[in-house]
């Protein structure tokens, strides 16, 4: 991704993150826990799964806390069948 590219992707992701003002709903703390990573915030991103409490979201939190431990902001396969 160029320079520009970046500055795009992450003005865009931190508009989604303003839009998204709710944090009682675990699939939208988990979709911004996983903005937050992809943009190399670890310790927000764990902050936000520590949060979660619905079991459904179990296989996402293993992952993406993986993904935080290795400083990983690229996409990672949270789990296959």
């Given at each position: ?14 508009a989604?993150l ?8 675990d ?26 409490k ?20 690229f ?7």
């Amino acid at each position: 991704m160029n320079e520009k590219d970046k500055i795009v992707y992450d003005e865009n992701c931190r508009a989604i993150l303003a839009a998204m003002a709710d944090d009682s709903d675990d699939a939208a703390l988990l979709t911004k826990a996983e903005i937050h990573r992809n943009l190399g915030e670890f310790d927000k991103c764990k902050s936000l799964l520590g949060i979660i409490k619905g079991p459904r979201y179990s296989p996402y939190l293993v992952s993406i806390r993986k993904a935080c431990d290795a400083k990983n902001t690229f996409t990672v396969l949270v789990f296959s069948d």
